[in-house]
């Protein structure tokens, strides 16, 4: 099983998987024990719900009866009792802020909290946060221009490094979303805009400046009174990570297999989105099973491992690749399976905590993947090997349990034979008796072996990804080994 998160997913009873738990949602019981009435909680009356038993837990504002839950939560009932009878919302959104609670909460849904709960919602910032003095000078601002068949949309962001993987922009039905990354911090246009607009937008970022220009075609040639009524969180400038997740829906355009279970999926961002996913990051899929909203992540990749690094590389920005083993009893990558060529699917903003200051100047750059933590490593080579000068060294160490399981082999083995700077090493757990590599688990000798500085001191990033007791392994040894916590980077949700 594949899991990124450095959390045990916890083996759950048969029958209690998530489908299991729809199931159960639709049967029609009732699931709050209030025959579907909703009720204002107090704190009080919150406090009071704190066992195995009977157990509310206040998300956002609203809270959830989530006893019968309890045993379906693939985090496990531990977990999901740290927050019983409480606001567990920083809780819910430190672990898994992706989680489509409202969605497999719904009829377990007890009524609003009756008092302000502490934590604001989503994209709400308290006043007092985006005025303090320390911000407030850093603050992005916004204006807009119009010609007679154009409309401007101008972002000073007072950044000097802007690029175009800080801006994500999406126009669908009238409605304009604009948002710009600037540090941990999220600065948001959002209007409902006064008159419609073609399909076609130019997105032009003047880097130095920190200058976002969004240009938007009028459908019709009229003069706009304003730029358009604001909607939720307009003009805000609050953590990137307290802004909900913001989907569009993405054309599926073809999908090619890779090994005998995992598959390259290309989508076509809408031509009215601007967004790239950097290297590092995911994104988050959302499909509808059976009636509920269910959200997983996936890590971008390219089409295919460039193997000349003298140019740089035009990835063109409007298609997103992913690398998606199918499960044969997996709930949600059988439902992808199933998407037909120019079926649609919603795609989330980018995230992640891998930053690439990370590689900048970096001399020796090791990556540990197992099965599919491959994924985030495609990007990161590809940006190593392309744009960080002081690089001596890119190696890959890929464990998987037979050769048929290797993904890119060929191509990974050719880049290794045109860059001197790359190396590949593969490492089965389950070879056949013809395999004449490397043999074994993730081990400390194997590292040792493996992972070595090219000179006393250099500056090195070892990058490890895969199921969870393989990424824990991992950097236990690294640090056994010596490394210290700013040279290892483990590929977390
Ligand atoms: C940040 C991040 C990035 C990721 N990127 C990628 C990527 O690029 N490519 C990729 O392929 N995956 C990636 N993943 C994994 C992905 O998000 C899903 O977890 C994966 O696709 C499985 O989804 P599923 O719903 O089909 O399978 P699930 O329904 O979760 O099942 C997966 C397997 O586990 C078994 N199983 C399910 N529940 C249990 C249980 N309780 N006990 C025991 N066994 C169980 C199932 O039978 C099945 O074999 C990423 C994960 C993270 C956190
Ligand atoms: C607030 C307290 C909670 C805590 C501390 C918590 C903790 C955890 C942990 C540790 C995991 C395992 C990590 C993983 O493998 O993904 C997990 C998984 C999960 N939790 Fe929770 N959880 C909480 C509440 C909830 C609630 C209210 C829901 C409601 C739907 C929920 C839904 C899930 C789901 C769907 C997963 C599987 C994620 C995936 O792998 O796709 N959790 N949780």
Redesign the pocket.
């Known amino acids: ?5 450095l959390f045990f ?4 009873k048969p029958g209690r ?2 489908m299991d738990w729809i199931r159960l949602t639709k049967s029609g019981k009732d699931l709050t024990g209030l025959k579907g009435r909703l009720i204002e909680v107090t704190e009080d009356e919150l406090a009071k719900h704190n066992t195995k038993e009977d157990c509310w837990i206040c998300i956002r504002g609203f809270v959830y009866n989530v006893t019968p839950y309890m045993e379906y939560h ?1 985090g496990g009932e531990d977990e999901l009792m740290k927050a019983a009878g409480t606001d567990g919302t920083d809780l819910f959104d430190q672990v898994h802020r992706w989680v489509n609670y409202e969605s497999m909460l719904k009829e377990c849904l007890v009524g609003r909290m009756a008092v302000k709960p502490v934590a604001a919602p989503k994209g709400m910032v308290p006043e007092k946060k985006v005025l303090s003095a320390s911000v407030k000078d850093l603050t992005p601002s916004y204006d807009w221009f119009q010609t007679e068949s154009l409309i401007t949309v101008v972002i000073y962001t007072k950044q000097k490094d802007m690029n175009a993987e800080l801006v994500i922009v999406d126009c669908q039905d009238k409605r304009l979303r604009g948002e710009v990354v600037v540090g941990d911090q999220s600065y948001l246009v959002n209007v409902d805009l006064d008159n419609a607009v073609q399909e076609d937008m130019a997105v032009n970022i003047t880097e130095k400046v920190g200058k976002v220009e969004i240009i938007l075609k009028k459908k019709d040639n009229v003069h706009w009174e304003k730029l358009g009524q604001p909607l939720e969180s307009h003009n805000t400038f609050i953590k990137r990570t307290d802004r909900g997740l913001f989907y569009r829906k993405c054309k599926l355009v073809s999908k090619t297999e890779v090994t005998h279970d ?1 598959k390259l999926f290309c989508l076509t961002l809408p031509k009215s989105t601007h967004l790239r996913v950097p290297a590092g990051q ?1 994104v988050y899929l959302k499909q509808i099973i059976a009636g509920t909203e269910v959200v ?4 971008p990749v390219l089409p295919f491992l460039p193997l000349d690094f003298k140019e740089p590389s035009h990835h063109d920005g409007g298609h997103i690749y ?4 199918i ?8 439902a992808l399976d199933h998407l037909q060529i120019g079926d649609y699917i919603s795609v989330s903003s980018p995230e ?1 905590n891998f930053k690439k200051s990370q590689v900048q100047s970096l001399e020796d750059l090791f990556l540990l993947a197992a099965g ?1 933590g491959f ?1 985030p490593m495609v990007k990161l080579l590809d940006f190593a090997l392309a744009q960080v000068s002081s690089l001596r060294r890119v190696k890959l160490i890929f464990f998987n349990k037979t050769e048929d399981d290797i993904l890119w082999r060929d191509q990974l083995e050719q880049l290794a034979l045109k860059d001197e700077r790359f190396e590949v090493q593969f490492v089965l757990s389950q070879p056949t008796k013809d395999w004449v590599g490397k043999e074994g688990k993730i081990s400390s000798s194997l590292l040792s072996e493996f992972v070595k500085r090219s000179r006393k001191d250099s500056k090195v990033l070892i990058c490890i990804c895969g199921p969870t007791p393989f990424t824990e392994q991992g950097v236990q040894y690294l640090k056994d080994l010596g490394y210290s916590q700013e040279e290892i980077h483990a ?3």
Do not use: D, R
């Open positions: 099983m594949f899991v990124h998160l997913q916890v083996p759950l998987s998530l693939p995992t995911h997983k992540p996936y890590t992913l690398m998606i083993k499960y044969s009893h997996g709930l949600f990558t059988q992640g599919t994924t590929f977390t949700a």
